[in-house]
């Protein structure tokens, strides 16, 4: 489903990803870990075609991703983010927040794209917030919207970077609940994630990033358990 072959990108002197490859399977979840700065971010940024990469490949259901391309927007589309900070438009409604890219991008009739999105929004526990605006809701429920709106848009993949790293403690769970519930249902996604527990819980595999390489990956209990890396276990130390 997605195949990251070897990228490697710089800004300016610094290197930020080298050699990275990475291939996530159809309905896989596969969290991405690393301290701050090793370059999370950047990997999801370039699969999503926000970011430009220098060499290597990247593929969406064998589809290249390519800035250069002009169905680059096309293929955004296709592959969902979810931010840390989670971006809804301050002056719309929620149910607008979550109708807004069908309607615009995907060109889905207006009563056709309010009804999936009431249904959206009750599937992440907000159908009776349809009404209210991002400002009278908590960070947890903004995040959980910022998810009905990735999902409206039927993404093949969604992409999470840190997406409960903006909320107060006892928030998390809730957004953490729902993403359980999108696993569970067989969504392809890549996590980057500090969540542990949930890493541990949720994800099928685990890729540890350190200065712009991958230097251990495997199945999750394996990787967070019993980490071969010295750089991965000096890290797990610091975090767990
Ligand atoms: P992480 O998400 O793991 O914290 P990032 O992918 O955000 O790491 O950043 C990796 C490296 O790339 C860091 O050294 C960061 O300073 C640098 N970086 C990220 N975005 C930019 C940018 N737009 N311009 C210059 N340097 C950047
Ligand atoms: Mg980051």
Known sequence: M???KRI???????????????????????????????????????????????SGDILIDGQRVDRE???????????????????????RTVLENVTEGPMFVNKV???????????????????????????????????????????????????FDEPTSALDPELVGEVLAVMRTLAADGMTMIVVTHEMGFAKEVADRVCFLHSGSIVEEGPARQVLSEPQHARTQDFLRRVI
């Open 69 to 91: 391309r002009g169905d680059i927007h096309k293929l955004r589309t296709r592959v969902g983010m979810v931010f840390q900070r989670f971006n809804l438009f301050p002056h």
């Open 109 to 159: 009739p207006r009563e056709e794209a309010r009804a999936q999105a009431v249904a959206l929004l009750e599937k992440v526990g907000l159908g009776q917030r349809c009404d209210a605006y991002p400002s009278q809701l908590s960070g947890g429920q903004q995040q959980r919207v910022a998810i009905a709106r990735s999902l409206a848009m039927k993404p093949e993949a969604i992409l």
């Open 8 to 54: 490697s990108k710089r800004f300016g002197q610094n290197e930020v990803l080298r050699d990275v490859s990475l291939s996530v399977a159809d309905g896989e979840v596969v969290c991405l870990i690393g301290p701050s700065g090793s370059g999370k971010s950047t990997v999801l940024r370039c699969i999503n075609g926000l970011e430009s990469y220098e």
């Open 2 to 4: 997605i195949e990251v």
